[in-house]
């Protein structure tokens, strides 16, 4: 049972990775819609990171001892400034360590 | 000629691995998780392993692991794997001129490794363009089905000696990764008119518990940039068209003159 529903998952998170790759579906892009298309990776990245940092087991935490809060920051600043994924990373993850070590005392 | 050829299909090999390998080392502690909570929750080495081999998606992988120990109907478990791949239709759609014209082994595999991150690295207007391109992309989306299985694998093994890893704050890992890919690329008012919607509709969605929260967010604020960049293109052509009609309307009083 376990393994159908494992191949079944499968086959729908390749579906929908594949199904608009798929030359003869019938479906045309035009500008307008490409170019709506353009802002799809900063908006569903967006969705996914801000979420995580804000919202902690189902509550909201604008609270600014929110060490992923202080530790987002640190990395928004880095990366504007460096554009370097692997500064930003460092910076954000150095951050987020030492704030939960020092906010846990 | 071979040897220049050779030379450059080394360097995109190069290219793709070292631009995923921040992403590939970001996944590991969610790796991890998804190995040993397959484990902790009972599933078989069989099992656990086939996860990252064929669902190869980490959210989704998450989320079904603790619906089937719960015994939730299948029903339930496929309908929560396509809420959350959903946002893939979007990035199907978005690379579909480029990918729709590829042979079928090259569309099947891109197909099958366009994962976040490899959609991530994809931004390029250029991207997917020409042999050299394919292969790029091909070793970066590889290498990180690679890192997933090994990060997964290592879960599996260490499984039952490790605690309960949901409680660590390993989600950051993956928020930093993004924000490292997000941030340099808001240069415009559209981008950033994007990225605020997005920020603040997933938000409020996550709160209100809403299943679609990611793909509608996403899908907003899409439409608010494109609209932003509209505005933005319009406002510019009157602009232009005005100080055309006044250099015109200065001709003329010239000539009027003369």
Same mark, same amino acid.
């Given at each position: 049972m376990t393994l159908l529903t494992i191949f079944l998952m499968a086959f729908i998170t390749f579906g929908t990775r594949y199904l608009?790759?798929?030359?003869?579906?019938?479906?045309?892009?035009g500008p307008k819609v490409a170019k709506f298309l353009s802002y799809s990776a900063p908006a569903v990245l967006t969705a996914i990171w801000v979420?995580?940092?804000?919202?902690?087991?189902?509550?909201?935490?604008?609270?600014?001892?929110?060490?992923?809060?202080?530790?987002?920051s640190f990395a928004v600043i880095t990366a504007a400034k460096s554009k370097s994924i692997y500064l930003t990373m460092l910076a954000g993850l150095i951050t987020f360590i030492l704030s939960r070590y020092i906010l846990a005392m | 000629m071979t040897v220049t050829k050779r030379k450059a299909v080394w360097l995109m090999v190069k290219k793709g691995f070292l631009d995923m390998l921040p992403l590939n080392l970001a996944v590991l502690p969610w790796g991890i998780l998804c190995g040993s909570l397959a484990?902790?929750?009972?599933?078989?080495?069989?099992?656990?392993?086939?996860?990252?081999?064929?669902?190869?998606?980490?959210?989704?992988?998450?989320?079904?692991?603790?619906?089937m120990a719960n015994n939730a109907s299948l029903a339930t478990i496929l309908f929560t794997t396509f809420v959350i791949s959903s946002r893939h239709f979007l990035y199907g759609l978005a690379?579909?001129?480029?990918?729709?014209? @590829? %042979?079928?082994?090259?569309?099947?595999? !891109?197909? *099958?490794?366009?994962?976040?991150?490899?959609? #991530? =690295?994809?931004?390029?207007?250029?991207?997917?363009?020409?042999?050299l391109r394919l292969i790029y992309a091909l070793v970066a989306g590889g290498s990180f089905y690679l890192f997933w299985l090994l990060w997964n694998v290592t879960g599996?093994?260490?499984?039952?000696? @490790? %605690?309960?890893?949901?409680?660590?704050? !390993?989600? *950051?890992?993956?928020?930093?990764?993004?924000? #490292? =890919?997000?941030?340099?690329?808001v240069t415009n008012l559209p981008m950033v008119i994007t990225v605020a919607v997005a920020a603040l509709l997933s938000v409020l969605f996550k709160l209100l518990h809403f299943e679609l929260d990611l793909v509608v967010a996403a899908i907003i604020a899409m439409y608010c940039g494109y609209l932003t960049d509209r505005w933005q293109c319009r406002r510019q052509l009157s602009n232009q068209s005005l100080i055309a009609s006044k250099e015109l309307s200065k001709m003329k009083n010239n000539g009027d003159e003369s």
């Open positions: 608009f790759t798929h030359p003869s579906l019938p479906i045309r892009l979420p995580i940092i804000f919202v902690q087991q189902g509550q909201l935490n604008l609270s600014i001892t929110n060490p992923y809060f202080i530790a987002a | 484990i902790q929750r009972d599933f078989s080495v069989l099992e656990a392993l086939l996860m990252p081999l064929v669902v190869f998606a980490g959210s989704a992988q998450l989320v079904a692991i603790e619906l690379l579909r001129d480029k990918l729709k014209v @590829l %042979p079928t082994k090259w569309r099947y595999s !891109l197909g *099958f490794l366009l994962t976040d991150e490899l959609f #991530a =690295l994809s931004g390029n207007s250029k991207a997917f363009v020409g042999k599996i093994v260490a499984g039952s000696y @490790l %605690p309960d890893l949901t409680q660590l704050g !390993l989600d *950051f890992a993956i928020a930093v990764t993004f924000i #490292a =890919l997000v941030v340099p690329t």
